[in-house]
């Protein structure tokens, strides 16, 4: 495993890159996640949820999907460094309008490959609203297996509960297309 201080790399991908949030990026970052298409699934967002939610790295690191050289995106994975326990979970989001171009497939395979090699992890999940078929299509696609319902998980945008699905992967099981 890699220590929690380890500064992470620039991940380049096919016609994009994943690269390191940083402080300047928080308006941008703002600002697709209060897309429509967007806090429908990941809620309202407001300086103070950003602050928690992306620049707490104690919690989860995060990239941002880097194409046609603009913020397309946030990738983010937190681990479980536990020896019994170790895992990386992942959370994605594009903003609408590169949304159904395969980005997202794209970007998940490259953080996941990265997740392997350099960061020793053997499984990954996710856990998408259980109303959102096509970010569990994506994860399929990358070898994401439902594990079950989790009633009730969170909040939708409009402040009900909400079922996710709990997915998980497997290094031996991931789809590299």
């Known amino acids: 495993m890699v220590s929690r201080d380890a500064v992470l790399p620039v991940l380049e991908g096919d016609g994009f890159s994943l690269r390191p949030l940083q402080r300047a990026d928080a308006d941008t970052v703002l600002s697709i996640l209060r897309e429509p298409g967007v806090s429908r699934w990941w809620g309202v967002y407001d300086a103070e949820k950003l602050e928690?939610?992306?620049?707490?790295?104690?919690?989860?690191?995060?990239?941002?999907?880097?194409?046609?050289g603009?913020?397309?995106?946030?990738?983010?994975?937190?681990?479980?460094?536990?020896?019994?326990?170790?895992?990386?979970?992942?959370d994605i989001t594009l903003s609408d309008r590169f949304q159904d171009r395969g980005l997202g497939t794209r970007a998940l395979r490259r953080l996941i490959r990265y997740l392997i090699d350099e960061r020793g992890h053997h499984r990954m999940t996710i856990d998408p609203s259980v109303h959102n078929p096509r970010a569990i299509r994506v994860y399929e696609k990358v070898g994401f297996r439902p594990v079950g319902v989790m009633r009730k998980y969170e909040r939708d945008s409009a402040g009900e509960w909400s079922d996710g699905l709990l997915m998980d992967l497997l290094a031996e099981e991931f789809i590299e297309g």
């Open 52 to 68: 928690r939610d992306f620049f707490d790295q104690e919690w989860a690191y995060t990239y941002l999907i880097v194409a046609e």
């Open 70 to 90: 603009e913020t397309a995106g946030v990738l983010q994975f937190h681990e479980e460094t536990d020896p019994g326990y170790t895992h990386a979970g992942i």
